[in-house]
């Protein structure tokens, strides 16, 4: 059982930068997969950046240069720091977590990010 909550979201112009945060409870979690998902406006939800339980990382093309996720797996937390934010950035930015093999995904309730000028 794995409860994941998200923060860090808001309203940032163009070019700026935020850091989102997950902090993550009720399990052990150096052993799971970790992940960042958004859904802008009228859009599908989409794989943002992964990072497995190593410490390997992926992203989605679009934000490769600007996002870097990592985690802390002392804290329990797992890292967003988005840098030159541009307007389609702008969407709900979910944090997620499974276990590899496993079935069972684990979604926080979201935290917004609005880019505009």
């Known amino acids: 059982q794995v409860q994941l909550v998200e923060s860090g979201g808001g309203l940032v112009q163009p070019g700026g930068s935020l850091r989102l945060s997950c902090t993550a409870s009720?399990?052990?979690?150096?052993?799971?997969?970790m992940a960042w998902y958004r859904q802008g406006p009228g859009k599908q939800r989409e794989l943002v950046a992964g990072?497995?339980?190593?410490?390997?990382?992926n992203y989605t093309d679009s934000v490769k240069g600007r996002f870097t996720i990592s985690r802390d797996n002392g804290k329990k937390m797992v890292y967003l720091q988005m840098n030159s934010l541009k307007l389609e950035d702008t969407a709900v930015y979910y944090c997620?977590?499974?276990?590899?093999?496993?079935?069972?995904?684990?979604w926080g309730q979201g935290t917004q990010v609005t880019v505009s000028s």
């Open positions: 990072i497995d339980s190593s410490g390997n990382t």
């Open positions: 997620n977590c499974h276990y590899p093999g496993g079935q069972v995904h684990y």
């Open positions: 009720g399990s052990i979690i150096r052993f799971y997969a």
